[in-house]
C-alpha cells in the first residue's frame, strides 16, 4: 500500500515524527494505522539519526555563518532554518536581526523570509520542518503558529538560553505575561508538536548518540563564544530587551 506525499497530514506527521513522514513522502510502504511495525516506527525511543544529523549539520554549516556576521553587528545568537520535509533541503535560513527590528527574532526573520518566497516557489507550511537552535520564546511560539507549521525542533532549552546565554527574557516573559513556570506550555498541541534535540538524541544508542554528543559540545562551545561577543557589545545597541 502506497501513500503520495499530498496525502500525509499534520495528524500523520505528529504520529510519525519528521523521518517518518519525510519516508513516507519518498514513497515508503505505509502500514495500516495502529499496525505493530507502524506504532514502533511512531515510538519516541526509535533514533532520528536521519533528522538529528541533517539538523545539527544545518546549524554547523548553515546557521554559525550566519550568526557570526549578525553578532558582529550587535544582533543576538538565535537562529533558526525551515526545511522541506521531503528531502530535507533547507528553504531559510535566518538569524536574529534584532538591531533592525527587536521584533526580528531569529524564527520570526525566517517566516518573513519563507512566506517572501513566491507562492509558486513557496512549499506549504506543513510540508516543512521548523528548526530553532534555541527554544522559541512566546513571540516566536506564536509566529510559528501563525505562520502554519505543524511542529518545531530545537538545540538549547529556555533554562539554556537563561543560564548559558544570560538571556533571561523567554522564562520571564513566560511568568509575567502569561502565568507560566518553566515548562509550563503545551508541547504538543492541536496546532503543533514540539521535539528537543536533546532529548531525541537521548534514543539514539552507541556510536550514533556519541558523535551526536560531540558535535553538540562543539556547537555549545561555538555559541558560548558567539554569546561572549554579543554580551559584551551589548549596550552599544538599541534593543530593548538586550
Ligand atoms: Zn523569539
Redesign the pocket.
Known amino acids: 500500500m502506497k501513500e503520495k506525499k499530498a496525502d500525509i497530514d499534520r495528524r500523520d506527521f505528529i504520529k510519525m515524527g519528521a523521518v517518518g513522514a519525510a519516508a513516507l513522502a519518498a514513497g515508503s510502504t505505509v502500514l495500516p494505522v495502529g499496525s505493530k511495525n507502524q506504532r514502533a516506527w511512531a515510538n519516541p525511543k526509535n533514533c532520528n539519526a536521519k533528522l538529528i544529523d541533517r539538523l545539527l549539520e544545518v546549524m554547523e554549516n548553515d546557521l554559525v555563518p550566519l550568526t557570526q556576521k549578525e553578532v558582529s553587528k550587535g544582533n543576538k545568537v538565535f537562529g533558526a532554518a525551515i526545511l522541506k520535509k521531503s528531502d530535507l533541503s533547507i528553504v531559510v535560513a535566518a538569524t536574529n536581526n534584532e538591531t533592525e527590528n527587536p521584533l526580528w527574532?531569529g524564527?520570526?526573520h525566517a517566516i518573513k523570509q519563507f512566506w517572501e518566497i513566491h507562492r509558486e516557489q513557496r512549499p506549504e507550511p506543513k510540508d516543512c520542518i521548523f528548526f530553532a537552535t534555541h527554544e522559541?520564546?512566546p513571540?516566536?511560539l506564536s509566529a510559528i503558529t501563525w505562520g502554519g507549521f505543524d511542529n518545531f525542533y530545537y538545540l538549547f532549552s529556555h533554562e539554556d538560553s537563561r543560564d548559558s546565554f544570560n538571556i533571561g527574557h523567554d522564562l520571564k516573559i513566560l511568568k509575567e505575561v502569561f502565568k507560566h513556570d518553566p515548562g509550563g506550555y503545551a508541547r504538543e498541541n492541536y496546532y503543533w508538536k514540539s521535539y528537543s534535540l536533546r532529548r531525541l538524541i537521548d534514543e539514539c544508542k552507541d556510536k550514533t548518540e556519541e558523535s551526536f554528543r560531540l558535535r553538540v559540545n562543539r556547537l555549545q562551545k561555538t555559541y558560548a563564544e558567539l554569546s561572549k561577543i554579543y554580551q559584551q557589545n551589548k549596550d552599544d545597541t538599541d534593543i530593548p530587551l538586550k
Do not use: G, S
Request: hydrophobic content about 30%.
Open positions: 527574532h524564527e520570526i522559541p520564546c513571540l516566536c
